[in-house]
């Protein structure tokens, strides 16, 4: 591939309309994205969705959240499969890796891209691994399991910063909105002790994030949000290290569809992984 073909791309932020497109190109890759995702993760950086486009035609998407001058997450790597091979993916990946320079970079990497990533710096963390199963689970009665709210929105908000590394308030105000999806929050003697949010999905639902402090926690949290579904197919995305959460999912009859690597190109963040029974997505960590 000349050079001068390369430069036939042209690469450029994101409007919504390209980042939904990116989105659909998500889902025939098989990876099941959100109903209403768009609207969260354009919030969390306008400018971090590249777009790469030969005349008019979008080609290729990659997205380089900028969560702080410190921290970056990579996702939505995809090249058409008519334009792959030729150079205009790893033309695209460098612009997007420029505009996380001085990050850590963090990214979820299937298989078949591992060792490219790996060659490209990025060290392995640990196994993300997706659960999915359609069980009738219901709705828990617990006087601690509280429905997202404004009054509770501020605590939920300081109970997640541990477990991500960076902070990503713009992405969680839009991401608790109650119209799009159901945030749910363990609430004991006017602490948060646990929260997790279930969406709906172009295949049934996905829970994420689900944190708790324990297993009590994380069970309840788990049904309260898997009873959302109504007997659907519902997908949990769990670190692999987190025995406990592997024990949650196969309790429920949740069998392991999907796994990734989480990666890191930089100092590798210190996130309470015993406590993180569903990371929040693949897409933006």
Not at 149 to 173: C, H, N
Not at 267 to 280: K, V
Request: aromatic share 12%; charged share 20%.
């Amino acid at each position: 591939m000349a050079r001068a073909d390369l430069d036939a791309m042209t690469i450029r932020v994101m409007d919504r309309e390209n980042l939904e497109e990116a989105i659909n190109w998500a889902a025939a890759e098989g990876w099941n994205p959100g109903l209403n995702d768009a609207e969260c993760f354009h919030a969390a950086d306008p400018t971090g969705f590249l777009m790469g486009t030969l005349g008019h035609e979008p080609i290729a998407s990659i997205s380089v959240v900028r969560y702080s001058s410190a921290f970056g997450f990579l996702g939505f790597y995809i090249v058409r499969p008519d334009y792959r091979g030729q150079g205009f993916g790893y033309h695209l990946w460098q612009t997007g890796m420029a505009y996380l320079e001085g990050c850590t970079v963090g990214l979820d990497g299937v298989v078949a891209q591992q060792e490219n990533y790996a060659r490209s710096g990025f060290v392995l963390a640990h196994r993300n691994v997706r659960y999915s199963g359609a069980p009738r689970i219901e709705t828990p009665r617990n006087d601690c399991l509280r429905r997202m709210t404004p009054e509770i929105t501020e605590a939920v908000l300081a109970y997640d910063r541990p477990f991500f590394a960076a902070p990503r308030e713009t992405f969680l105000r839009c991401w608790l909105k109650p119209d799009k999806r159901t945030a749910m929050a363990f609430v004991k003697d006017g602490t948060i002790k646990g929260y997790g949010v279930v969406r709906a999905c172009r295949y049934g639902y996905k829970i994420g994030p689900l944190f708790a402090d324990g297993e009590n926690e994380a069970d309840l949290l788990f049904r309260a949000l898997a009873s959302q579904a109504r007997g659907a197919p519902i997908f949990l995305d769990l670190p692999a290290p987190n025995e406990t959460a592997v024990q949650l999912a196969v309790r429920y009859g949740l069998s392991p569809v999907f796994e990734t690597a989480r990666m890191y190109r930089g100092e590798t963040p210190d996130l309470p992984l015993p406590r993180t029974y569903g990371i929040s997505t693949f897409e933006l960590g």
